[in-house]
Each structure stands twice: as C-alpha cells, then as structure tokens.
C-alpha cells in the first residue's frame, strides 16, 4: 500500500523558515516524480512544487520561486520541502502527491495518484 | 492555464443526476482529471485524461470532454458523494493548474 506521511507544519512567523517532510513507503520511490500541493483554509488546490523521479529536474509555481526548495533522497525514502522567506499567505495545508503515468497510446499524461494526509502550516506574528 | 468549474457550488438531492463542467483557457485536448475531496480529506482522484475511471471508482461517475470543455457527471447521487470536486489539467505539466471547485451539498 502507497503511504506518503508529510510532517513538520506548524506555526512560524512572518519572513521565518520551516522545513516540511514526506516520508514514504509501498512504491518504487526512485521511478516517481513527487509535488506539493498546498489547500489554503477554505480555499481550492495549489500546485506548489515538483521533483524528478531522480532529483535532476525541480518545478516551483511562480508563488513560491526563490523561497522554496524541493529535494528528495530516495535512500531514506524521504522528500523535502524547505521554505523560507514565508508568508501569510503561505499558510495552508500542505500534501505530498505521487504521479502516475497514463500512456494511452497516442499520447501520455500525469494524474496525481496518491496523496498524504497533509501537514498544516501557519504563517503568523 | 487558467481553469473554471461551473457551479461554484451546488445543492441535489440523493438520486439525482449531477453534472459538473469545467473550462480551460485554451486547448488542453484531454489532458483534463478530476479529484474528490471530502472535508479534512485529502483529494483522491476520480477521473484521468477527461474520461477514464480511476481504479475503485463507482461507475455512477464519469467524465467527458476535449479541447476546453469538460464535464463530470454522478449519474444517481449517492450519500458518500457529497463532496468539493476540482478540475486538473496536466496538458502543462509539470506546470499543474486546478479549478477552484465545486461545493456539492444535500438539499
């Protein structure tokens, strides 16, 4: 069974750092890409960041470009997501997504398959 | 790519056929899926590439759709589909956009 555990939310001021973590399990790590996606509360979905299957290759959403950083190490399993320089508007829940390739034969796409339980991050003073 | 689910929320009853739609500002062909989210859940995915079930997903759900229109139909609403559905289209991936849901509550 995929799992995908996210910890190290919590409260942090303006302009602080916290560094988010995703533990996981049931699946060949090495072989998926990994996101964030971020849920302001009572809002929709964000897309926040993306890492290659191998580390190579990093996404960031322009919200988040120069204060975030993705990183994974496939030995322990483990991606990170190190934020800095936050805002208040940075405060949401944060999840963990696994991609799964469709090939449909003429042409091929991502879904995000499987997802952790989120961990809340709160921006305030 | 900017996407737009019509209703932003919607009231029906158990039994009822639902249809939800959504708009993409330009062609994504059928780069297009879809995810329910219950409240203090996270999302889980119904439908990919506009029209394809999701393994588990009951057959009372289905997409359709290419280009910049989408629609995700609950043939006989159950109790359990009581949810916030979001659109995602993956035609710029890795560059990921979602709509901004659709609220679908009990009359």
């Known amino acids: 069974e995929v799992q995908l555990v996210e910890s190290g939310g919590g409260l942090v001021q303006p302009g602080g750092s916290l560094r988010l973590s995703c533990s996981t399990s049931g699946f060949t790590l090495r072989s998926h890409a990994i996101h964030w996606v971020r849920q302001a509360p009572g809002k929709g979905l964000d897309y926040v960041s993306g890492?290659?299957?191998?580390?190579?290759?990093?996404y960031y959403a322009d919200s988040v470009k120069g204060r975030f950083t993705i990183s994974r190490d496939n030995i322990k399993r483990t991606l990170y997501l190190q934020m800095s320089s936050l805002r208040v508007e940075d405060t949401a829940v944060y999840y963990c997504?696994?991609?799964?390739?469709?090939?449909?034969?003429?042409?091929?796409?991502?879904?995000?398959?499987?997802w952790g339980q989120g961990t809340l991050v709160t921006v305030s003073s | 790519i900017q996407m737009t689910q019509s209703p932003s929320s919607l009231s029906a009853s158990v039994g009822d056929r639902v249809t939800i739609t959504c708009r993409a500002s330009q062609m994504i062909a059928s780069y297009l899926n879809w995810y329910q989210q219950k409240p203090g859940k996270a999302p889980k995915v119904l439908i990919y590439a506009s029209s394809n079930l999701h393994r588990g997903v009951p057959s009372r759900f289905s997409g359709s759709g290419s280009g910049t229109d989408f629609t995700l139909t609950i043939s006989s609403l159950q109790p359990e589909d009581f949810a916030t559905y979001f659109c995602q289209q993956s035609y710029s991936a890795p560059m990921y956009t979602f709509g901004q849901g659709t609220k679908l509550e009990m009359k």
């Open positions: 890492i290659s299957s191998d580390g190579a290759s990093t």
């Open positions: 997504v696994t991609d799964k390739l469709y090939d449909s034969g003429g042409y091929y796409l991502y879904y995000f398959d499987s």
